[in-house]
């Protein structure tokens, strides 16, 4: 071997042991910011997600204590009924919470979910409790504690229950912290990746790295252990040090887990706690930094075989040709790798909110409301002799009762998902009759109805249909409430297949940011209105009708929602 051959190989071995320490050097620091945006991206999307949580049970401890059989429980006129226990104990089951109860103004529970249980909260006294003293004197809460007699980890939702303007109780929802442990489990799109929700004192209240639970991630002070143990928040417990500790550092070293972590901090919306996310960094590093090293050092071993055999053996070219297809296929292979870990990094499937069961109140109001029109206006025709007519808005009546009934049925029929009674349905004949139930509502708003009957038919289930076009008149006379011209255009139209309603208001419009979100579950501009599931529940009518539901605003002013329906039975 030649001087100057050895030379090279040396030249060589030189830059290419420089390039691999450059290029590991470049490696760390890139999957660092990686790690770095993995764990920004991981809080934000279950920070996003804790946050709707927090908010959909803060929807239905609020609309609770509005609720006419709260109030009821809380009258000291009235005699202990269970009627209220029942009730929570069906708001319990519905929307997935551990408990739901009522304390009056001592903190003692007259109402509790769990009234049939041995363990019923019915006649404790939670006085003692945060979320009870913060929602007497603030209206709502939420806080963390452990359960006086079960013992497990929740969260509670409080909200003051306001009766003729004064505080005459608090209802409260209780949501295990296991539940949302549970459900970060089909959130994480990461390997390793690891949580915890702490307070403001840093105890960690969630997380789904057991061990952690009720531990401190920062010393705490003699006045933090007095002040916990004067709260009874955490009971008798001894709150203990967590297995690592953090005060605000971007990573920590776990000895226990033998890894380094890079630390996402994000302070919730709802609720004055923090999100710790932690991504694994040498988890991220070590597949790709080994795998440089044998592809630099094999490029090392390819370029010095290379160069001795052009200068040793001038027979070895298409051997030569074979190393350096071998080598590309190396590379090729180790990208194709680094975009399969690259395809692992995406972005967390949220979880669908399970939806309520709209109230019986909220659907049939409109048929009450006309019954008790037409019962006013009998009264009348009878003190004046006039039967017939009297007869006749009793029959009206009766068939406002029978349709009070329908809908009962067909929104318990709609929630078990039942089959639709499809039938080919008179399309002016469904609307003349949700204008009945809708009428009184309609004569109140002083809203002119605008209306040609179409003399077509359309494939639905009568009475869901109904239902539907009853929910948009009422939304329609609700947008129209503060307007000068208060006018419902329902217009129709149709080809050889299929049928278009166009239902028209003059009201305000739809605000453009909330156009994609008007029919999802819960989402209301209203907040004295129900809870938002009016149109969702709607859009899911027409939809197993293989409809369509859609809504836009209209170019003269106001909201227009278009339904879409089939003729006949659709051939499938």
């Not at 739901?100 to 769990?114: D, E, F």
């Amino acid at each position: 071997m030649s001087n100057k051959l050895v030379i090279k190989l040396l030249v060589y071995s030189v830059v290419l042991v420089v390039a691999m320490v450059l290029t590991v050097q470049v490696t760390v620091q890139q999957q660092a910011q990686r790690a770095h945006q993995q764990a920004r991206v991981q809080g934000a999307h279950l920070s996003d997600y804790i946050d709707r949580q927090f908010s959909r049970y803060q929807r239905i401890v609020d609309s609770l204590s509005r609720s006419k059989a709260v109030h009821q429980a809380l009258d000291i006129k009235r005699a202990a009924s269970q009627d209220t226990d029942r009730y929570l104990h069906d708001m319990q089951l519905a929307s997935g919470a551990s408990d739901v109860y009522l304390l009056n103004t001592s903190g003692t529970v007259v109402a509790t979910s769990n009234w049939h249980l041995p363990y019923s909260y019915k006649g404790n006294n939670f006085a003692f409790r945060g979320y009870f003293r913060d929602a007497m004197r603030h209206h709502s809460a939420i806080d963390f504690a452990l359960g006086q007699r079960s013992r497990k980890r929740g969260f509670y939702f409080s909200q003051a229950v306001i009766v003729a303007g004064e505080v005459a109780g608090v209802i409260v929802v209780k949501v295990n912290a296991s539940q949302f442990e549970a459900d970060k489990a089909a959130l994480d799109s990461v390997q390793d990746t690891l949580f915890a929700l702490v307070d403001e004192n840093h105890v960690v209240l969630m997380s789904n790295a057991e061990p952690w639970r009720l531990t401190s991630l920062s010393p705490m002070t003699t006045p933090q252990r007095q002040q916990l143990k004067q709260s009874q928040q955490f009971l008798e417990r001894t709150i203990a040090p967590a297995p690592w500790q953090w005060q605000g550092q971007a990573q920590v070293y776990i000895a226990k887990r033998k890894r380094t972590f890079v630390i996402d901090d994000t302070a919730l919306a709802r609720a004055p706690y923090q999100l710790l996310t932690l991504v694994p960094r040498n988890y991220l590093n070590e597949t790709l930094v080994a795998r440089l090293g044998v592809t630099l050092m094999c490029l090392l071993v390819l370029i010095a075989l290379v160069e001795y055999l052009l200068v040793k053996v001038a027979g070895y070219r298409q051997l030569l040709y074979s190393e350096r297809s071998l080598a590309e296929q190396v590379k090729q292979r180790s990208q194709e790798l680094e975009q399969a870990q690259d395809a692992l990094v995406r972005t967390a499937k949220l979880a669908t909110i399970g939806q309520l069961s709209a109230s019986v109140n909220h659907e049939i109001n409109q048929p009450l409301s006309a019954m008790s029109a037409y019962i006013a206006a009998s009264k009348r025709l009878i003190a004046r002799g006039q039967y017939d007519k009297a007869l006749s808005n009793l029959q009206l009546i009766e068939q406002l009762v029978n349709r009070v009934h329908a809908i009962a049925a067909q929104l318990k029929s709609f929630s078990q998902k039942r089959e639709h009674k499809m039938q080919a349905t008179s399309l002016a004949q469904t609307i003349d009759n949700a204008l009945l139930v809708a009428g009184p509502q309609l004569k109140e708003y002083g809203v002119e109805v605008c209306y040609h009957p179409p003399n077509v038919t359309v494939w639905v289930d009568p009475y869901q249909f109904e239902q539907v076009l009853v929910n948009l008149f009422a939304n329609a006379c609700q947008a129209m409430e503060k307007q000068a011209v208060k006018r419902l255009r329902i217009e129709a139209d149709s080809d050889d297949e299929n049928v278009y309603l166009s239902i028209i208001d003059t009201g305000s419009g739809i605000e453009h940011h909330a156009l994609s979100s008007i029919f999802e579950p819960f989402y209301t501009t209203k907040s004295e209105h129900g809870l938002g599931l009016g149109l969702s529940i709607s859009k899911q009518i027409i939809e197993s009708f293989q409809g369509t539901l859609s809504a836009h605003n209209h170019p003269d002013g106001g909201a227009e929602f278009l339904i879409s329906l089939h003729q006949q039975e659709p051939q499938i």
